[in-house]
């Protein structure tokens, strides 16, 4: 049964994704089946079922105890967050043990439901699919490194090319390696010599996915202090991932900066993930290192949904549940999103395919905060967006988008907004981010941020270069100073004579 905290998309029956990997089993309940899935509920546990595979053929036996406590746990927790549907998924570890297809066996009848054991060659397919669904668009070369297997696999747009399953998981390698990192980085260089398809990659990005990748991220964003510690669409430029890898696969681990924030059973695989990556960065000598923070999960979910649903910008889905969750009104948001259109259109302001996905969303986004204090507004705003759970935008357009907001309650003008955010977005993003903020400023006093009033406005040429925001003779009452004011704000920012008018009636030139 769904709770009855408005908080929550009702419309969503959740669902949950139990992972068996090599080396961590996951369980994720999902609010719904939706283009920019949205966790209920996260809890993972590193049981190392892959340890030890190389040289006695089968699962820990221990991680085997282990796991199968765990999925009591599991199923019982899908259970109270009222998931609906249950799938199951098995990597490496689980279909080449020799005991696993017993250990299947064992963990269906606890989880009370079957178990999809996914070949290579799917498991690479599911980890683009998650690559494909989490970018705008993905054009590169996707490599997943589990515990117990590397699935590599080249993606452009919504296309899946050539892949390749390799026995380079972080947990195998350090077996085959018997703990040698010399000889790990000889059996990653042999064996990546089997992947044809990295040299294709040659000058595009290479998108890391999986959990060993993630914290070696991280810690690069703590070497670099990098002031957003956002995940997804992380980008390392070659150069700066070859000095840090460098450092990590000297085994000097424990002295990298911020490896306090990793786990310890995950810092001694550190050193092999670079390894690996090192190697592949050799072999393909892609343009730069882009994080994923979706995967094999993400893409299973994507391949439930219809052709339409796949088709959907994830950025823009997930604007539009937070205006349904967040705002005064989403039809006002609507509104926003059409008038601020007109309104760039008619200030001959040009946009990109991305700088009209990012005004869209900021337009969404615009009043989510307004539960806050007038004074925290902006930065509530702020901090909310620039952390959100958002797909299909890099760093500079996050920045965007919560620039947009805070200048919006905050002043355009203001140049003591977060300093750290601006230093992520371009100049051209950050001009953009103003002009958008004030064009928001003035028509949320005209229109008390509830939907009718946007779409009776017009932008009017005049003469002598004048640009008229005309208010029909029935709104007349809305004309004023306040909002003439703004205007003027406006014309500053943009260098342009505006007047605020009403039709038939006064007019008045802010500049």
Not at 177 to 198: C, G, M, P, V
Not at 357 to 374: M, Q
Request: no cysteine; charged share 25%; aromatic share 6%.
């Amino acid at each position: 049964m769904l709770s009855d905290s408005q908080g929550r998309l009702h419309d969503r029956r959740p669902l949950s994704i139990i992972d068996i990997g090599s080396n961590s089993i996951r369980l994720v309940v999902y609010e719904g089946l939706a283009r920019s899935p949205t966790m209920l509920f996260n809890e993972k546990m590193l049981a190392g079922l892959g340890r030890g595979i190389v040289s006695t053929g089968k699962l820990d036996p221990e991680a085997v105890t282990r796991s199968m406590e765990e999925f009591r746990r599991f199923r019982a927790l899908s259970d109270q967050a009222g998931a609906e549907h249950m799938y199951v998924l098995a990597t490496a570890a689980a279909r080449e043990a020799i005991n696993g297809p017993d250990f299947i066996h064992r963990a269906e009848e606890v989880l009370k439901t079957e178990i999809r054991v996914i070949s290579g060659r799917q498991e690479a397919h599911y980890s683009a699919l998650g690559v494909i669904s989490g970018f705008h668009p993905a054009n590169g070369i996707a490599g997943d490194l589990g515990g117990g297997s590397l699935e590599l696999v080249d993606v452009a747009g919504e296309v899946i090319g050539d892949g390749i399953t390799l026995p380079l998981g972080g947990l195998r390698l350090q077996d085959m390696a018997k703990n040698s990192l010399t000889q790990a980085q000889k059996i990653a260089r042999d064996e990546l010599a089997r992947a044809k398809l990295l040299k294709g990659g040659q000058g595009r990005p290479f998108y890391a996915v999986g959990g060993t990748w993630r914290n070696l991220a991280r810690l690069h964003m703590e070497m670099t202090n990098y002031p957003l510690g956002v995940m997804h669409h992380y980008e390392m430029s070659a150069d700066s991932a070859t000095n840090f890898l460098k450092q990590v696969a000297k085994a000097e681990i424990e002295k990298v900066k911020g490896i306090e924030g990793v786990s310890k059973n995950r810092r001694s695989l550190l050193p092999y993930g670079a390894v690996v990556l090192q190697e592949i960065m050799a072999a393909m000598q892609p343009s730069k290192i882009i994080v994923s923070a979706l995967g094999v999960r993400e893409g299973f979910l994507y391949s439930l949904l219809d052709e339409a649903e796949q088709k959907a910008d994830p950025l823009i889905s997930a604007s539009e549940e937070l205006a349904r969750l967040r705002s005064r009104s989403v039809t006002h948001a609507h509104e926003l999103v059409d008038w601020t259109a007109k309104s760039f259109a008619a200030f001959g302001i040009d946009e990109t395919e991305d700088e009209a996905r990012y005004r869209h969303a900021a337009a969404l986004l615009a009043d989510i905060g307004w539960r806050a204090h007038p004074e925290y507004r902006g930065r509530q705003s702020l901090n909310i967006i620039a952390h959100a759970s958002f797909f299909g935008v890099d760093h500079p357009g996050r920045a965007f988008l919560a620039l947009a907001s805070a200048y919006r309650h905050d002043g355009i003008f203001n140049e003591s907004i977060a300093p750290e955010i601006k230093a992520l977005a371009t100049p051209r993003y950050l001009d953009r981010a103003r002009v958008l903020a004030a064009m928001m400023r003035v028509v949320y006093l005209l229109t008390a941020s509830m939907p009718g009033i946007m779409p009776r406005l017009k932008w009017e040429q005049r003469g002598n270069g004048v640009l008229a925001l005309v208010l029909p003779a029935s709104l007349a009452d809305l004309y004023g100073e306040r909002p003439a004011g703004r205007l003027a704000q406006l014309a500053r920012i943009t260098n342009r004579r505006l007047v605020l008018a009403v039709e038939g009636g006064p007019s008045m030139t802010v500049k």
